[in-house]
């Protein structure tokens, strides 16, 4: 049994030996003590710190990673050599400085982050929306008069502009406006804006402390903050309010339609603005 286990083995390890000494005098490295590579070879002399001498890699015990030469943007991790770029402006890198002037030709940060964050308001919002500002979406226009913002917003066209969710095709609605829909949006907006100046006083979400305010103000005419604001889902700014009041001043006021349809759409004008991102 003991014959039959070494006659099995020893050719094995006579063959493993015999590997070992052959890797060790094939190399032109002279060898030391253990197979180790002396510390004095090709390329300069290597400490055992690892650090290599000119035109070579480090001989030592532990050694670092390779380096190509001449280039000390590459990583001396033997495991991962790759080449960083620490210059932006390389090749695949952008100009920092062309990036800042990109964002600056945005506008500021509260314009600039609407830009690429904004997304559209949902059919079942936009229907909120007229609803909690006054608007009867079920109110039917009479014969031969221009349809209603209910009926606009009800109708097959509104809904396919609108991207509204089809389930029957597997469909979900859309994520942010297209042309198309802004437009519709618009709209809607438009033909609204009369019953929202009507009845914004006594809409509930509009109220503050319990007091409704109305959309303009009885003594002169002007915007009325709190009613900006409610229609815009946002506190009006000054500049909102100076802008608000500069474009009612446009109407004809000794002509009371003309006044009433520049208020109207000072109104949609807002909403569509506040609303699309714009």
């Not at 006054?134 to 031969?144: C, H, P, S, T």
């Not at 474009?247 to 569509?272: G, I, W």
């Amino acid at each position: 049994m003991a014959r039959s286990f070494f006659g099995w083995a020893l050719p094995g390890l006579f063959f493993t030996i015999g590997f070992g000494f052959a890797a060790c005098l094939g190399t032109e490295d002279p060898m030391g003590e253990d197979c180790v590579p002396s510390a004095t070879g090709p390329g300069g002399g290597g400490g055992d710190d690892g650090t290599g001498g000119t035109g070579g890699a480090g001989g030592g015990t532990t050694g670092a990673g390779a380096q190509s030469a001449g280039d000390p943007e590459t990583s001396q991790n033997g495991e991962n050599n790759f080449h960083h770029p620490m210059d932006p402006t390389q090749s695949g890198q952008e100009d920092p400085f062309e990036i800042l002037k990109k964002r600056a030709s945005e506008g500021p940060p509260e314009i600039r982050t609407r830009l690429h964050s904004c997304s559209k308001l949902t059919y079942a919002a936009l229907g909120d929306l007229l609803s909690s500002r006054g608007v009867d979406l079920n109110k039917v226009a009479a014969a031969g008069q221009p349809p209603t913002a209910g009926q606009l917003y009800k109708s097959a066209a509104t809904r396919d502009s609108l991207g509204v969710a089809n389930f029957d095709a597997r469909m979900g609605e859309s994520y942010f406006y297209t042309i198309s829909a802004a437009a519709k949006v618009l709209d809607i907006f438009v033909q609204a804006a009369p019953e929202i100046i009507q009845n914004i006083q006594n809409a509930e979400e509009c109220k503050v402390n319990g007091v409704g305010y109305p959309m303009f103000s009885p003594s002169d005419g002007e915007c009325v903050y709190y009613a900006l604001s409610c229609i815009m889902g946002r506190p009006a700014t000054e500049d909102d309010m100076d802008l608000c009041n500069l474009m009612v001043a446009q109407a004809n006021q000794a002509s009371p339609q003309d006044l009433a349809n520049k208020r109207a759409l000072t109104v949609a004008a807002f909403m569509s603005a506040a609303h699309t991102c714009e």
